[in-house]
């Protein structure tokens, strides 16, 4: 995970949050429920968390010898197109998070790459590079409208639900498309 930047959190932001109220002994737990807008760029190509949208944050912030252990879910709402027929996807999604914010000073400084673990700002921990790595990371590549979608006919562009069974393109040799035309005229 990315380290958190120098720049001073504001407690305000509703990513920020202030463990002020979490006695710093190891083993002491405070639940976090909050109801957010999503950061903007929860994106890949196909598909995304519209910004703004609700995502709701269920997580449970646990003391330990070196930080603040964060766990819990992420859930909200998926837009996007279908890779195989560019129908419109709306979804729920629901990710897992587990991530460590060490205390200033900790020995993880001295154990630790710079971004391999978060650091917390004071009391202040920034939980939106965790969440957009945890949700980010769970986007489908290729979304998917149904599991079975059979996409579009190469040929003519038509979902291949609204076309017969028997529908096909005749592959005519380009060579020989005269004599082909021959044939239909005097039938």
Known sequence: MPKSPKSHLDPR??????????????????????????????SLELI???AGSDVELDVVLTSVSEGV????????SLSGECGRCLNEISQPFDV????????????TEET??????????????DLEPAVRDAVVLALPTNPLCRADCPG?????GVHFDDLPADHSH????????ALHNLTRTEE
Do not use: H, N
């Open 13 to 42: 932001q509703p990513l920020v949050v202030d463990t002020t109220k979490l006695p710093r002994q190891p083993g002491a737990t405070r639940a976090l429920k909050r109801v957010i807008p999503a950061p903007a760029d929860l």
């Open 48 to 50: 995304s968390v519209p």
């Open 69 to 76: 252990y964060i766990s819990g879910s992420v859930r909200g």
């Open 96 to 107: 897992s998070i587990a991530e460590l914010f060490a205390y200033a000073d900790s020995t």
């Open 112 to 125: 630790t790459d710079e971004d391999e673990v978060g650091r917390m700002q004071g009391d202040l921990i």
């Open 152 to 156: 579009l006919c190469p040929e003519c």
């Open 170 to 177: 005749a592959d005519v040799d380009p060579r020989w498309a």
